[in-house]
């Protein structure tokens, strides 16, 4: 609001005026303080840091460490590297810890979770119902099968090379040779029984650089894992969709017997699978669909 008189307008002046700059004021002061509070602590635990490096007493295994975040010191609870023993045990640690890493490598190229988990996620396709039963159900029975199946090969390989591993029995060189072997056998098993034999001959020509006979016979074991890891799988993917689409061969023929039906009628603007959704259930219950597929998928197995 403006005053038309000199002495009004002056006093109003004065008094709004000064509002911002003592507002900045303020916040610089405010900033000051923090910026210097901050250095502070800074320069107090860089002090302490000092005095506890420089300290002769704080350089054993049991003494106080720098540890702002609190984190657990478990230094007295594993051995020390300094021996034979703690040697050891480091490396069983480094090895565990590696070999978790690649457990969904191995899961998937090696065992016979791809041909389960593709020929699950095909039936729910066939059905018609592409969200159910959810991902995280048909992952959980996956893994489940899968470890029902390779159990046999796993305790051979934990018995014959685990075992004696850590008990220092063994070395890694050998104990990582028997446990390839026993997979080789695994892996060599299903594309013998699948008959994909030119998956292997086609690595091995490549590997080898030279032509292959498919008369010549193939020795399991002295096929290297870099051969056999990406035979086995173009293999179990190929056998996954075989299966898969004698799974979905019911299903399409409802599918098309129900679009039939709703042509001749006129019905060309109502979708066939909103109808032939609840015929196709039907048929999966009453057959008991759940079991023989899976039944079906343990049994390629043996």
């Not at 389960?116 to 396709?125: D, F, N, S, T, Y």
């Not at 020509?205 to 008369?215: A, F, L, V």
């Not at 066939?272 to 196709?280: A, E, M, N, R």
Request: proline share 8%; charged share 15%.
């Amino acid at each position: 609001m403006r005053f038309e008189h000199g002495g009004s307008s002056s006093t109003q002046g004065a008094a709004s005026v000064p509002v911002r700059p003592r507002v900045a004021a303020q916040r610089a002061r405010s900033l000051k303080a923090a910026v210097t509070i901050a250095l502070l602590h800074i320069c107090l635990a860089t002090g302490i840091t000092q005095a506890q490096v420089a300290s002769p007493a704080s350089s054993g295994p049991g003494a106080p460490i720098d540890n702002p975040l609190g984190i657990p010191d478990i230094r007295n609870l594993l051995p020390s590297a300094t021996s034979g023993e703690g040697v050891s045990a480091t490396l069983q640690i480094l090895v565990l810890l590696t070999v978790l890493t690649l457990v969904p490598s191995i899961l998937v190229m090696t065992t016979a979770f791809p041909r389960i988990m593709i020929v699950l996620a095909l039936l729910r396709q066939a059905v018609g119902t592409p969200q159910l039963p959810p991902g995280q159900v048909l992952l959980g029975l996956s893994l489940f099968v899968t470890i029902l199946v390779m159990t046999p090969t796993w305790q051979k390989i934990y018995a014959q090379a685990a075992i004696p591993y850590f008990d220092s029995q063994m070395g890694q060189a050998a104990a990582f040779e028997i446990a390839g072997s026993h997979m080789k056998d695994f892996m060599y098993r299903q594309i013998d029984r699948a008959g994909n034999h030119e998956d292997i001959y086609l690595f091995l020509e490549y590997t080898q650089d030279r032509e292959i006979s498919r008369e010549e016979p193939v020795d399991p074991q002295a096929v290297p894992l870099t051969v056999m890891v990406p035979a086995f799988m173009l293999s179990e993917l190929k056998t996954a969709f075989i299966m898969g689409f004698r799974v979905y061969l019911p299903f399409l023929v409802i599918d098309m017997v129900i679009a039939t039906i709703l042509l001749s009628m006129g019905m060309m603007m109502l979708p066939p699978v909103l109808i032939s959704l609840p015929f196709k259930l039907l048929l999966f219950v009453l057959a008991d669909g759940w079991h023989l597929v899976v039944e079906t998928l343990l049994f390629s197995f043996v």
